[in-house]
């Protein structure tokens, strides 16, 4: 007789055990929840009905928003539920879910990201050849292959991870299910799975940050040849909000899965976890409407109407 079973659910590590820090947290993922939401929609609202803002460029902002809209709502109401209700439980479907979703959604924003690096790329370095390379019909192939390979990607380790047998406790070290703290839960070796994860992520991750990189030295080369300061403040006012969301994704994503594991009980996994998850989609609207003059002004006449 074999001891395996399998879970029907599981348990959230939660924030804290006192009441009043619990509501505490259930406030402050409200606001930070809601703050995403606004921005996220304002830019999504302003890029549609401002025919100015129908461009390439933000075209791939609108889905990157449509993106950190649907990532932070993986992970945020059902923590924040489960402060509210003063309970720890995700059902195995609803783990299954947020696995998929939030694999998925990271897929898609990194394929967007490399795809707005090299928007900028023909915008800067080939001008005259951009009507051509970047048309109607080029960005939506290219927005519509971020999509299908974010479900492909997530597909894959999703069905890697729970076709394992489940035994060793429902305790799921962080606030939302994450395959590597899942991955400490299964009764079968679980190590070729967790590095297949880490190496196929690894060399998607490595391969589209060196397109970035290599795409932004060519930038820089070609702006540096600009001979008006303007020209060059220009050309760098649209390129460094990228630049800082690819950075900020790259290095939060790096530290949370290169740290070095912790088979105990670790504040740190929770802190990263909030980091990885949270952090980037309340940023991403931030940090592109603040340098962005166009954004700004269509921002300024939606709210003001």
Known sequence: MSNQTTETEFLLLSFSQARELQMLHFVVFLGIFLAALMGNLLIITAVALDHHLHTPMYFFLMNLSIIDLGSISVTVPKSMANSLLNTRSISYSGCVAQVFLFI????????????MAYDRYIAICKPLHYESLMNRRACIEMAASAWISGIFCSALHTGNTFVLTFC??????QFFCEIPQLLKLTCSDSYLNEVGIIAFFACLTISCFLFIIVSYVQIFTTVLRIPSERGRHKAFSTC??????VSLFVCIG???YVKPPS??????DLVVGVLYSVVPPIMNPIIYSMRNKEIKGALRKLILG
């Open 240 to 245: 460094l909000p990228h630049l800082i969301v």
């Open 168 to 173: 060793g406790g429902n305790m799921v070290d």
């Open 263 to 268: 088979s105990c009980l670790s504040g740190l």
């Open 104 to 115: 998925f959604f990271t897929a898609v924003d990194f394929a967007f990201l490399t795809i």
């Open 254 to 256: 790096t530290f949370a």
